[in-house]
């Protein structure tokens, strides 16, 4: 994500849309109410003839849906404006679909602190290398991106060769077959290659002669549940600075709250509570719950308090650990007594 122009005072702020990292960071910053101005198209009729025109609409948000496996983000929502005026209807219901390369505007009446630093955290993340896990075996191989919120599958292909082949049949077809699984990586990712046997070591070999720098992992299986099992076991793997922050938040606060020491709450009542006393230091939500009103006013709260706020992802396992206790916690300021 790179930020294009900024006026906080209005509260505009103009994005470009660089992967689908990016997508997933605005599910956690666009909220419902706020406008969002962005090139689409329009279906119009010309006598009993349909035809998509293309249109700039701002739209007032009322939901979205984020598909992380299509790297779509769409938006629905009621058009407030837009041009050409013949082809836009102000106040009917309209969706826009934003992927990479796309440019919009959001509009708040007031942003955030943690909506401004997840814009932050977007844009230092396009600067990072994006992390491609490969599976394989003699019979088949797996691609896969790692991102916070879980896996994206490039692509699986199969392996058409066979021991009855004549050798040089054989080394025919196992060049192809790398081949396939090579078009699927960028040279400029950091790669893992891994898998049982010695396949993973030949297809490294192949790629070091490519220009690629691979990392090899041992895996069971190529199946995407080895996945999860390969990214824990690597120290050096760059998303896993995100999921090595919500462990240590999760922690921090998970301590207090098993301890029973009333330095921290959990639970939307509990939380609420706390806020209302201004006790709350650091307020961690799991991103389910951002479609909640209620939470919607908490988190307006917490801002207007300093509170810091932490979005967990609801896909990993410290949002699920959250999930468990309300989707909701909190670290105190101070011990609130029973």
Not at 17 to 35: C, G, Q, R, S
Not at 270 to 298: H, P, Q
Request: glycine share 6%; hydrophobic share 35%.
């Amino acid at each position: 994500m790179h930020i294009i122009f900024k006026d906080l005072k209005k509260g505009t702020i103009k994005i470009g849309i660089d992967n689908e990292l990016d997508l997933w960071h605005l599910t956690h910053v666009i909220k419902n109410k706020d406008l969002i101005e962005a090139k689409s198209y329009r279906v119009v009729e010309f006598e009993k003839e349909q035809e998509k025109k293309p249109v700039f609409i701002s739209l007032e948000v009322e939901s979205m849906e984020f598909s992380p496996y299509t790297s779509k983000l769409r938006i629905f929502g009621k058009i407030r404006s837009g041009t050409p005026e013949e082809y836009v209807q102000l106040g009917r219901h309209h969706s826009i679909d934003v992927s990479e390369g796309d440019i919009i505007t959001i509009i708040k009446e007031k942003w955030m602190n943690y909506e401004l630093e997840r814009l932050d955290d977007a844009v230092k993340d396009a600067k990072k290398e994006r992390v491609y896990v490969v599976l394989i075996d003699e019979r088949k191989a797996l691609v896969a991106v790692a991102y916070p919120y879980g896996f994206e599958i490039k692509g699986e292909t199969e392996s058409k060769g066979s021991k009855r082949m004549k050798e040089k049949e054989l080394s025919k077809e196992k060049t192809e077959y790398f081949k396939s699984i090579e078009q699927m990586i960028p040279k400029e990712a950091y790669l893992i290659v891994a898998g049982p046997g010695f396949e993973k070591d030949y297809f490294s070999d192949y790629l070091k002669k490519q220009g690629y720098n691979p990392v090899k992992k041992s895996a069971s299986y190529v199946e995407q549940g080895s996945l999860r099992e390969i990214i824990e076991d690597s120290e050096s793997i760059l998303i896993e600075e995100r999921l090595k922050k919500e462990s240590e938040i999760y922690e921090e606060i998970a301590k207090h709250i098993f301890k029973g020491d009333n330095y921290a709450s959990y639970g939307k009542e509990e939380v609420k509570n706390a806020l209302e006393m201004n006790a709350v230091e650091l307020l961690a939500i799991e991103d389910s719950m951002l479609k909640d009103l209620e939470i919607e006013e908490m988190l307006k709260k917490a801002d207007q308090e300093g509170s810091k706020v932490f979005i967990f992802s609801s896909k990993t396992e410290w949002g699920e650990k959250v999930k468990g206790l309300g989707g909701i916690m909190a670290k105190l300021r101070y011990r609130l007594k029973d």
